[in-house]
């Protein structure tokens, strides 16, 4: 028997406390070194929602390149966290109300310098950057409803490639990729009897593994998304509004 404390289950106070956004919280000092690594971590998560609502307010790739280079780093020098209160403390709205104020005061300022004479803060992929944005359909969609479209795929995106890692690690490499599109109850997944089939299971068994699945996705979700809230009740909450903006 293990003489050590058992995991906190996800969204308890014990497991939240160590998440990055409170440890920034907590600090409030962009010296701290424990601070500065938690922030430094969230940003190099959540640059493409960033560098997306730049390119949608009318800023060209480059601009928008430098635009959000400069925004990190003016984040991670200056006292912008004074403005980020417990109360009022989701990750994602402070970022955009801190780029909000940046974009509009900094600008002039910016554009006069050497293009690209930005320290690079976070790896902004250009290339990327500009199919992903060129592939989306968001027609008539403000940039604000954009953003938060944007924050929600990438915390899917990575809450996915995390469970494909676990998978791989555990051997189950095979069973994940037969399985992936039944996460999110997918139309083109196959049916389970087709599956079971395929790897040679019973289709009871399928529906187990799924379910299995299905949870573990969801506790990947919950703590990628405490890593951006300020309390643990305010998961789900954050949770909802994400996935509300796929439906306007």
């Given at each position: 028997?293990?003489?050590?404390?058992?995991?906190?289950?996800?969204?308890?106070?014990?497991?939240?406390?160590?998440?990055?956004?409170?440890?920034?919280?907590?600090?409030?000092?962009?010296?701290?070194p424990r601070s500065r690594e938690a922030l430094e971590s969230?940003?190099?998560?959540?640059?493409?929602?960033?560098?997306s609502y730049v390119r949608r307010s009318?800023?060209?790739?480059?601009?928008?390149?430098d635009?959000?280079?400069?925004?990190?780093?003016?984040?991670?020098?200056?006292?912008?966290?004074?403005t980020a209160a417990r109360e009022k403390g989701r990750f994602r709205t402070f970022l955009l109300v801190a780029l909000k104020r940046y974009l509009a005061n900094e600008w002039d300022r910016q554009h006069a310098q050497k293009r690209g004479g930005f320290a690079s803060v976070v790896m902004i992929d250009q290339e990327m950057a500009e199919s992903r944005f060129a592939s989306e359909a968001v027609h008539n969609l403000s940039p604000d409803l954009i953003f938060d479209r944007q924050w929600a795929m990438t915390l899917l995106e990575r809450t996915m490639t995390q469970l494909q890692q676990e998978y791989a690690a555990s051997g189950r490499s095979r069973l994940f990729k037969n399985l992936r599109s039944c996460v999110a109850k997918d139309e083109s997944a196959l049916p389970y009897a087709e599956i079971a089939v395929s790897l040679k299971l019973t289709e009871a068994a399928v529906k187990m593994a799924v379910h299995r699945?299905?949870?573990?996705?969801?506790?990947?979700?919950?703590?990628?998304?405490?890593?951006?809230?300020?309390?643990?009740?305010?998961?789900?909450?954050e949770i909802r509004h994400l996935f509300s903006a796929f439906g306007s």
């Open positions: 028997m293990s003489s050590g404390n058992p995991t906190p289950p996800p969204g308890s106070k014990a497991w939240f406390v160590t998440t990055h956004w409170s440890v920034v919280l907590s600090a409030q000092d962009p010296h701290c969230l940003c190099r998560t959540c640059w493409y929602p960033l560098y009318g800023h060209s790739p480059p601009d928008a390149e635009l959000t280079q400069g925004f990190f780093a003016r984040l991670l020098e200056k006292d912008y966290l004074k699945l299905r949870s573990r996705y969801r506790e990947i979700l919950q703590r990628e998304i405490a890593q951006t809230v300020s309390a643990p009740e305010e998961i789900e909450e």
